[in-house]
């Protein structure tokens, strides 16, 4: 049997559980949640590595309609970030709309019906609407490295993190020195027996500051919510004022002297320090702030290797200038595919091209929200919608907004579907690539994940979120291209 839904939301993370709060506020019920896994949460039920925790303070790290006073610090770890999540989803009645176990396998645009038509891996849905709430991190990037599938003991990645399989006393290499990685190796380096970091390029990492938040804390912010509110507001200004240091590669210098001072208090070996400072500009791949994982690197038991990796053997891995290494466990911190999505190839617009097909490589969206050709779409954190300065719930939050007014703007006109011009979809995309310019990403002098194959960085936004905000506050009717609906009397319109 097909179900038809108004609204087909997938992944259940922040932004897939935003969508559905949303649209419950609007009094739209008729939606519906898939999710592959059998639990909601998106990146932070996968990632649940020890130490896991947000480098985004949690006042400023969750929804701004739904304040938590009782986080307990500062920057809250994964299990409180994935329980406030679950609360919402309680709290807004959401948990009944979500399909658990119900992966996406390919969406096609009927343009004869004017909706979605969804293949999952439990039955056939069509929408109206679909909103894709993946999210840019959720599909682990293994490295393609020589001999790999020889290996003959544990490897798992830091998002698949195998908890049945105990590190104590085993020789470990950790593959990447990431935004995880740099978080789970001070948890496991004093009681592996061997720890091996294999580090391709060494991450800028600044001061972690942060510290439980007391019980008169959490007292005051339950009694009165105007002062976390005014908290939040402050953690926002801050985070913002420190945008003009990816600006430009000029103003960068100021935030790596405080950085280098970090590494210089905390590793003592200059030799060791030499492996560990980097040779480009702070900002151009995500910075870090950790307070533990550089005193880890100078333990007896840890070793940083920096020559790269040639061979993995059953057994050990060998490095290009000869050294083998034995291993009895693999952990990879290698990040995830972001500039080639998975759900890319799934969804398939009006001319039957899927995104993936049409984007050769360099995603690109209105807005980073919606596509030309592929009607009644909405993207959650899609392309240049990433930060590196901040909290993306505030992206997520705005693109919410843009979805909420571009519903009512259909129900209000009686079409039945919305799409971006072309034109305007280009406009877009040429307005960021101009404001990417002389940025810390773009003339950083590094390779990274920001950057799509053709060397476009088609994962950020450039400028504030204010200016974001600012943009998407009102829907455009000229910028997008609408149809009527095809069969009037059979529907309710969105
Ligand atoms: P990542 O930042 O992409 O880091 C991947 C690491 O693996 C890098 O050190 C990279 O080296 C290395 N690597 C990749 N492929 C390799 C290969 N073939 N051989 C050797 N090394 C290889 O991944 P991540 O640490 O999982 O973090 C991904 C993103 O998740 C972050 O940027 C951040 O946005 C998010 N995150 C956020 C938090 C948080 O606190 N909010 C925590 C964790 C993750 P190169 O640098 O040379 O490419």
Known sequence: MVEHVQVLIVGSGFGGLGTAIALKRDGVDDFVVLERADDLGGTWRDNSYPGCACDVPSHLYSFSFAPNPNWSRTFSRQPEIWAYLRDCADRYGIAPHIRF???????????????????????????????????????????????????????????????GYDLTGKRVAVIGTGASAIQFVPQIAGRVARLDVYQRTPPWIMPRRDRPLTRVERRVYRAVPALQRLMR??????????????????????????????????????????????????????????????????????????????????????????????????????????????????????????????????????????????????????????????????????????????????????????????????????YVDENMRGTVWTAGGCRSWYLDPTGRNSALWPRSTWAYRRLLRRFRPDDHEFSLRAQPKAEVPV
């Open 101 to 163: 176990g119900t992966e996406l396998l390919g969406a096609d645009w009927d343009d004869e019906r004017r909706r979605w038509v969804a293949r999952t891996s439990r039955g056939e849905f069509t929408a109206d609407v679909l909103v894709a709430a993946t999210g840019p991190l959720a599909e682990p990037s293994l490295p393609d490295l020589p001999g790999l599938s020889t290996f003959a003991g544990t490897a798992f990645h830091s998002a698949r993190w195998d908890h």
């Open 233 to 430: 507001a402050a953690i926002y200004a801050g985070r913002e004022a420190f945008l003009p240091n990816f600006r430009s590669v000029r103003v960068s210098h100021l935030a790596q002297r405080i950085a280098l001072r970090h590494l210089r208090s905390q590793v003592p070996d200059p030799d060791l320090r030499a492996k560990l400072t980097p040779n480009y500009a702070m900002g151009c791949k995500r910075i870090l702030v950790s307070n533990d994982y550089l005193p880890a690197l100078t333990r007896d038991n840890v070793h940083v290797v920096t020559d790269p990796i040639a061979e993995v053997r059953r057994h050990s891995i060998v490095t290009a200038d000869g050294t083998e290494r034995e291993a009895d466990a693999i952990v990879f911190g290698t990040g995830f595919h972001v500039t080639d999505l998975p759900i890319a190839e799934r969804l398939r617009g009006r001319d039957g091209r899927s995104l993936a097909e049409i984007w050769q490589g360099s995603p690109q969206a209105y807005l980073g929200v919606a596509v030309a050709g592929f009607p009644n779409l909405f993207l959650l954190l899609g392309p240049n919608t990433g930060l590196g300065h901040t909290s993306v719930v505030i992206m997520i939050e705005a693109q919410i907004g843009y979805l909420r007014r571009a519903l009512r703007h259909l129900r209000a006109t009686g079409a039945a579907t919305v799409e971006p011009r072309p034109d305007a979809q280009r406009d877009f995309v040429r």
